[in-house]
């Protein structure tokens, strides 16, 4: 004969296993990424599909050429010129690492390093 209350004990592991997916994911689904466009300019540096793809390689393309080929040419977005810079040029529109850089980061769990030198803006309210 078989023990009644293990088998029944035994499927709820089994349930709750097979649908970990399911409830795992109701939960995470409430820390969706946000990030806010805190600018009035209407577009970014490059084409929005390629920036949220590949941004940290732009950011490392504009360093090499910055830092190692003393290329300080300017990028023009709609009509204004912005630096090729990290601080002065990406966080010029992106005023807030908070509220935008971070909603994505803390997601996908990834910490840029870049801070330990470049100063972030303030952050305001
Ligand atoms: C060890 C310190 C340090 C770290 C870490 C660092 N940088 Fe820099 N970065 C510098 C210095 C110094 C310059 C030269 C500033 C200048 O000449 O304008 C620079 C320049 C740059 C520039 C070009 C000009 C400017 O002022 O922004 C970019 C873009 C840049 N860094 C991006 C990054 C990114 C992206 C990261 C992280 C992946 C990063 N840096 C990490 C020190 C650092
Ligand atoms: C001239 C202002 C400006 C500058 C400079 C700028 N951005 Fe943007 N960025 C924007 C705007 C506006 C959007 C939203 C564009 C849209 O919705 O089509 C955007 C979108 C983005 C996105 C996608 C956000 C999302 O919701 O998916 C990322 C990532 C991003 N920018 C990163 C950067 C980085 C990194 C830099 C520097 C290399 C930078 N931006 C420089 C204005 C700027
Ligand atoms: C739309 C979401 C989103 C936004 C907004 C965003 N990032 Fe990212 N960022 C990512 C993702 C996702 C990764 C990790 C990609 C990977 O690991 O392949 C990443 C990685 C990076 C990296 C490389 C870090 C590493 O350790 O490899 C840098 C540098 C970076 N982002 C800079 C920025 C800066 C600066 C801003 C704000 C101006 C910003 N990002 C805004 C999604 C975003």
Do not use: C
């Given at each position: 004969m078989y023990d009644k209350g293990k088998v029944i004990t035994g499927l709820v592991i089994f349930?709750?296993?097979?649908?970990?997916?399911?409830?795992?994911?109701?939960?995470?689904?409430q820390h969706i990424p946000n990030p806010k466009i805190l600018t009035?300019?209407?577009?970014c540096v490059k084409p929005l599909d390629y920036m949220r793809a590949d941004h940290m390689k732009l950011l490392i393309d504009w360093r090499y050429e910055v830092v190692r080929e003393g290329d300080r040419a300017k990028v023009t977005v709609d009509g204004v010129q912005y630096e090729r810079s990290l601080v002065n040029g990406c966080m010029k529109c992106h005023v807030s690492e908070k509220k935008f850089c971070d909603q994505c980061h803390e997601y996908v769990d990834v910490n840029p390093y870049c801070w330990d030198c470049h100063i972030k803006p303030k952050e305001t309210e």
């Open positions: 349930v709750l296993i097979v649908t970990f997916p399911v409830w795992y994911n109701v939960r995470g689904a009035k300019v209407k577009h």
